[in-house]
């Protein structure tokens, strides 16, 4: 009940949205906060014992070192300022990629709101990368939403997703490990989060008998309606084999359940025998008993891969065999906020329509690319390698994506000491490493983990030097927590 006396705050923290406290989001949870503030007692000239703090909690790329890719900041800076157009250093093929997007706009500037659904060229462009991509397979640009980043399109379907109260409300599965985006964002909307745990035993590979189990158990006190899969993983790193994802697939058809495929991390494909398969891909080539049935919404994001351009919150979403009247409900949900970024929208419409062979940035598009991507794949193996030297740390190959998930063994004293200060003991673990070394890792409890193990989640990202010494601390900490705690 919302009711006030006299002299109260009309907003308290008992009147507020109770879905909003059940929130967390632990990549920027307590853990990050206390590195914010041991940076600012650093500046003020505090004694610690480290001279810095090194954030491996989050997939920044930039924040982390990783250059910007020149042509995309080129066309970005033309656009943004127009006069540039006339700048001989500029090469052609970023002025033309520029006036094209200018020409979108209202009033040729980025300053102008777009269409609610993202500019009409940014889309089109958007479909033929897929088609491409997809190896020919069709893709209508009417099915393709700009979004402010992945997130938002991942958001916004789960609420067109959600309704039902008690044994209907609507149930929504998801990876444990998952990326907190999904549980946070299913609190907020008051669905029920269905785990299903991927098989740490084995690279961290879903299996299909775990997803029945998971459905079985749900559907005694919800609806199931939706399957989300982020691959490459976050945390896990994993990258899904494609007769792992035609399973899926099917068991989504048997089930009657729309996919929800994350694959914002899809260029980010390091181990030997991995690929990426889009969802929508293997659905096609599966036959029209599949891909004229199954309900698909699939996301990419201009914050990972190689471009790794987080603060400009683009991204996009493709939906397949929607209803036609939800759709029309969908183009009405989008509206409500106007438009996405138009900068973030004209990043998009670089990352799928980039520099080509006989342009003039092309080659060193390619060698920027080829670099970037190339530096984290060495950044994957150096990180499984080096945790893998540590007694008590085991860590499966980085097959893709940003991070590492490892399994860490903590002593039972810890535990205790955790439970009685009313933490996980992987925040404990994750805490006293940032407070004695200054590195900042999240806990895996933020993330989901099967009962009785714990993990943390660090980003590949730092440079390889900076990587080097973070690791070295993570193994020097973890050998002294364990007699500590023995």
């Known amino acids: 009940?919302?009711?006030?006396?006299?002299?109260?705050?009309?907003?308290?923290?008992?009147?507020?949205?109770?879905?909003?406290?059940?929130?967390?989001?632990?990549?920027?949870?307590?853990?990050?906060?206390?590195?914010?503030?041991?940076?600012?007692?650093?500046?003020?000239?505090?004694?610690?014992?480290?001279?810095?703090?090194?954030?491996?909690?989050?997939?920044?790329?930039?924040?982390?070192?990783?250059?910007?890719?020149?042509?995309?900041?080129?066309?970005?800076?033309?656009?943004?300022?127009?006069?540039?157009?006339?700048?001989?250093?500029?090469?052609?093929?970023?002025?033309?990629?520029?006036?094209?997007?200018?020409?979108?706009?209202?009033?040729?500037?980025?300053?102008?709101?777009?269409?609610?659904?993202?500019?009409?060229?940014?889309?089109?462009?958007?479909?033929?990368?897929?088609?491409?991509?997809?190896?020919?397979?069709?893709?209508?640009?009417?099915?393709?939403?700009?979004?402010?980043?992945?997130?938002?399109?991942?958001?916004?379907?789960?609420?067109?997703?959600v309704c039902g109260e008690g044994k209907s409300r609507t149930g929504v599965m998801i990876s444990i490990p998952q990326y907190p985006l999904y549980s946070a964002a299913l609190a907020e909307l008051g669905a029920v989060q269905i785990n299903y745990y991927l098989n740490e035993e084995k690279c961290w590979s879903l299996d299909i008998s775990e997803l029945q189990r998971a459905l079985d158990e749900a559907r005694r006190h919800c609806n199931p309606r939706a399957l989300c899969i982020i691959n490459p993983g976050n945390p896990t790193g994993q990258v899904q084999s494609r007769q792992c994802i035609e399973d899926v697939i099917r068991f989504a058809a048997k089930e009657r359940l729309l996919l929800m495929a994350d694959e914002v991390y899809q260029d980010n494909v390091y181990a030997d025998g991995c690929k990426f398969h889009s969802f929508k891909k293997v659905l096609f080539e599966m036959g029209p008993e599949f891909s004229n049935n199954v309900e698909l919404a699939s996301f990419h994001s201009t914050s990972k891969c190689y471009m790794g351009e987080c603060g400009f919150r683009g991204g996009y979403m493709e939906i397949i065999n929607m209803d036609a009247e939800v759709k029309a409900q969908l183009t009405k949900l989008v509206s409500v906020r106007l438009c996405p970024p138009v900068p973030g929208q004209a990043l998009m419409d670089l990352v799928v329509n980039c520099p080509q062979p006989g342009e003039p940035s092309y080659n060193n598009f390619m060698k920027e690319r080829t670099a970037t991507l190339g530096v984290l794949a060495e950044k994957a193996k150096l990180t499984e390698q080096i945790l893998n030297t540590v007694p008590g740390i085991s860590c499966n190959p980085v097959q893709g994506a940003m991070y590492s998930f490892p399994r860490i063994t903590i002593p039972e004293k810890a535990i205790r000491e955790a439970k009685e200060k009313g933490q996980a003991p992987d925040m404990l673990y994750c805490m006293k490493l940032l407070e004695e070394t200054g590195i900042c890792l999240v806990p895996g409890s933020g993330f989901g983990q099967k009962e009785g193990t714990y993990h943390f989640r660090m980003t590949i990202l730092p440079a390889t030097d900076k990587l080097k010494i973070l690791l070295s601390k993570v193994k020097e900490f973890h050998q002294k927590f364990t007699q500590q705690y023995s």
């Open 1 to 161: 009940m919302c009711a006030r006396g006299a002299g109260q705050q009309v907003l308290t923290i008992d009147t507020m949205n109770p879905t909003v406290k059940k929130v967390e989001y632990a990549v920027r949870g307590p853990i990050v906060q206390r590195a914010v503030q041991l940076e600012k007692e650093l500046r003020e000239g505090a004694k610690k014992p480290f001279a810095e703090v090194i954030k491996a909690n989050i997939g920044d790329a930039h924040a982390m070192g990783q250059q910007p890719i020149t042509f995309f900041r080129q066309v970005l800076a033309l656009c943004s300022y127009p006069e540039l157009l006339n700048d001989s250093t500029f090469p052609e093929d970023a002025k033309s990629r520029a006036r094209r997007i200018l020409q979108s706009c209202g009033g040729s500037s980025i300053g102008a709101y777009s269409a609610s659904q993202g500019i009409d060229c940014v889309r089109q462009d958007v479909a033929r990368y897929i088609e491409q991509r997809d190896g020919g397979i069709p893709c209508d640009p009417d099915n393709i939403y700009l979004t402010t980043g992945a997130s938002d399109g991942i958001v916004t379907m789960l609420k067109l997703l």
